[in-house]
């Protein structure tokens, strides 16, 4: 982070180049101060994102390939491989095992290693993952191809179980939590178990939605909210503690 006013929160995976005015909707995020990943879906979006956030002050952009969008897309792998040292940060990139994505696992499978070993091969690279049933697999995959000293992981929207949660932080793994998550039982004890040293705030806007409109990065204070509650701790102190995290992983 460059020297200057502190972000005042953090939205570490949102969809900035989605929304209907991309522009309007990095110039909200600075004028809010929300420290705000803005992945990206598809190689040929990077140019553009990459154009949009070279000045930015809390605005970074990710440079992706949606396991979703694998099927029809592998072939911007090459593309993905040229833009890479262009940016420290990776995504959105992982494995989605889900019904409507299952066929195209094993090309899944074939990017994201192929991503985490140009990853690891770099260095220094901070990656948001996607691991929709498939948690196992993608915790395999950072252990065999992404070695802790040479990349960090950030898994975006994770639905494992607790003791998957145990086995991604003893890999070294932060979470990016959003306000979906915690709408079920399960998703508040996981959110409630996890290590608190290794979490961060997300929205997946415009995927997910507040009061009806689609999530921004300046709501991630909604998310905040939430962790306070299920973790019994007052709002401020977990927005220090997520700052701090942010500070930890960018060092
Ligand atoms: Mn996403």
């Not at 879906?41 to 970074?60: G, S």
């Not at 992981?153 to 793994?173: D, N, P, Q």
Request: aromatic share 8%; charged share 25%.
């Amino acid at each position: 982070m460059t020297e200057g006013l502190q972000p005042v929160g953090v939205d570490f995976h949102c969809h900035l180049d989605l929304y209907p005015d991309h522009e309007a909707a990095i110039a909200r995020a600075e004028a809010m101060r929300v420290y705000t990943l803005s992945v990206t879906t598809t190689p040929r979006a990077w140019p553009r994102n990459h154009k949009l956030t070279r000045d930015t002050r809390y605005v970074r952009a990710a440079l992706g390939l949606h396991p979703q969008l694998v099927a029809e897309r592998s072939d911007e792998l090459p593309l993905w491989e040229r833009y890479l040292p262009e940016t420290r940060y990776v995504g959105e990139v992982g494995l989605d095992a889900g019904p409507r994505f299952y066929k195209s696992l094993e090309a899944q499978k074939h990017v994201f290693r192929t991503v985490l070993e140009r990853c690891a091969e770099a260095g220094g690279k901070i990656l948001s993952v996607h691991s929709v049933r498939s948690v196992a697999a993608v915790l395999d995959m950072i252990e065999w191809y992404l070695p802790l000293d040479r990349g960090l992981v950030v898994l975006h929207w994770f639905t494992g179980s607790k003791s998957e949660a145990r086995r991604a932080a003893a890999l070294g793994c932060y979470f990016s939590v959003n306000a979906e998550m915690v709408r079920s039982d399960r998703g508040r004890a996981l959110v409630a178990d996890l290590p608190i040293d290794r979490i961060l705030t997300e929205t997946d806007g415009p995927f997910t939605q507040i009061d009806g409109h689609p999530s921004e990065p300046s709501d991630m204070h909604v998310t905040i909210d939430v962790i306070a509650r299920v973790r019994n701790v007052p709002s401020h102190e977990i927005a220090r503690t997520i700052q701090t995290n942010l500070q930890a992983l960018l060092r």
